[in-house]
């Protein structure tokens, strides 16, 4: 199993910056690829970026340019650095990690773009 705890949400104006930190504890070692989604009110959860665990990255078009996944200097940890955001990019943020067929989430953290 793999347990999954994200930080660094908040309040920005547009056009701001967050980083976004999602820390992976128990299997680790299996992780074959770790995504962050995000769920806006009375939205569906989509896709936001994805590394794999040879360090490829995807992104959704609606970030591309401005957000970037990344891993930390140990392998449990992974950030979503946003910049320009927008107030269309509010949503809860969740992270994921891949175990084979498996998938794991953690609680999410809320971003919120407002003036």
């Known amino acids: 199993q793999v347990q999954l705890v994200e930080s660094g949400g908040g309040l920005v104006q547009p056009g701001g910056s967050l980083r976004l930190s999602c820390v992976a504890s128990?299997?680790?070692?299996?992780?074959?690829?770790m995504v962050w989604y995000r769920q806006a009110p009375g939205e569906e959860r989509d896709l936001v970026a994805r590394?794999?665990?040879?360090?490829?990255?995807n992104y959704a078009d609606s970030v591309k340019g401005r957000f970037t996944i990344s891993r930390g200097s140990t392998r449990n940890t992974v950030y979503l650095q946003m910049n320009s955001l927008k107030p269309e990019d509010t949503a809860v943020y969740y992270c994921?990690?891949?175990?084979?067929?498996?998938?794991?989430g953690g609680q999410g953290t809320l971003v919120t773009v407002s003036e």
């Open positions: 994921t990690a891949d175990l084979g067929s498996t998938r794991y």
């Open positions: 590394i794999s665990r040879d360090g490829t990255t």
């Open positions: 128990g299997n680790i070692f299996n992780i074959n690829a």
